[in-house]
């Protein structure tokens, strides 16, 4: 059962909760923490995204379209929607002779603030590409054209593209590929609904490629590894927690959003993989519980934390800027 995690405070006295599920575990399968239901189902949306690039590397496919490491982030980012995002998806798709209308993922505002603006004023409306899954849509379609198979209809389950991702992220998830079961997610495509534990092994098993008894994709999910680590804001974007983790951490912290507030985090240094799932999906409560889990597990320093605190104060203020509650974390 999901336990409160964090505690929303105004005049002193509580007024909003947040409860969720959280789940530590190493490289063995060892889990090294938990709060609340460490087997708990859920989907695991945009967080899955290493492990759907899988296939289209291992097969050689960055080596056969020209695909930099850069470009090899955005393939498995939840981008902001910033034009470094959108030249880098246009850049792919030229690559693979694909148009940007082959993108099946939905127009989406742009999660950048600055960036919607800039559409708004310029009376421009977003498109495929602005979207934050338009990199994982321009992963199925670069395997696509990497096995050969027509692109259209790629984003039904039925298509070889997806049943050759879905017995990707069984493998990495260590769950055998018929209990591993879908649901479709915001952008169209089939999302995995598993255990968060499974979850965290995959990220610990990614933070550590030599010991994650990869196999054959051992190659494969290091260079994806070291994409995430090499560009955080091409996985993330400005001023997210996903960025600055990554950067303040010099990379030890490798961080990926999903969805409704599922959310990943690996350590490359203690091997060591982390899910956590708030309950109601409530995005607020992201970058507190973030911060508070690193801090429990002691995966960053003293310092560092102070940097993500003063990054992202634990304080509630009104329209006025006036202080009136603070973010407590409860874990």
């Not at 209809?153 to 039925?158: D, L, W």
């Not at 260079?223 to 990379?251: C, H, N």
């Amino acid at each position: 059962m999901s336990e409160i995690l964090l505690h929303y405070t105004r005049g002193g006295k509580i007024e909003d909760i947040h409860r969720g599920d959280i789940v530590a575990v190493d490289i063995k399968g060892n889990i090294v923490d938990s709060i609340g239901d460490a087997q708990r189902n859920m989907f695991w949306r945009s967080a899955a995204k290493p492990f759907q690039a899988l296939p289209f590397v291992r097969q050689g496919g960055l080596e056969k379209f020209g695909i930099t490491q850069k470009e090899l982030a955005i393939l498995v980012s939840s981008h902001s929607g910033e034009p470094m995002h959108v030249e880098l998806i246009e850049s792919i798709l030229g690559k693979l002779k694909l148009p940007l209308t082959a993108l099946e993922c939905g127009p989406a505002r742009p999660m950048s603030s600055k960036a919607a603006k800039v559409l708004t004023e310029n009376h421009q409306k977003p498109e495929p590409v602005h979207n934050p899954c338009s990199g994982k849509h321009s992963s199925m379609l670069a395997l696509c054209r990497m096995i050969g198979v027509s692109i259209e209809g790629y984003t039904k389950p039925e298509h070889p593209v997806q049943q050759i991702m879905h017995q990707s992220v069984a493998k990495a998830a260590k769950i055998p590929e018929g209990e591993l079961e879908i649901g479709i997610d915001g952008c169209g495509v089939p999302v995995f609904y598993l255990p968060i534990y499974n979850m965290a092994l995959a990220y610990a098993r990614l933070a550590v490629p030599q010991k994650g008894q990869w196999g054959e994709d051992e190659a494969a999910i290091r260079k994806i590894r070291d994409a995430m680590i090499a560009y955080p804001e091409i996985v993330a974007g400005t001023g997210r927690i996903d960025l600055l983790v990554s950067q303040i951490t010099k990379g030890r912290i490798i961080a990926k959003i999903g969805a409704d507030a599922v959310y990943c985090l690996a350590s490359v240094e203690a091997g060591i993989g982390i899910t956590f799932k708030i309950e109601d999906g409530s995005y607020r409560a992201i970058n507190p519980a973030v911060i508070g889990i690193l801090k429990r597990l002691d995966l960053i320093t003293k310092a560092e934390h102070e940097q993500l605190l003063e990054k992202f104060p634990p304080v509630l203020r009104n329209h006025r800027g006036d202080q009136i509650g603070v973010i407590e974390t409860v874990f």
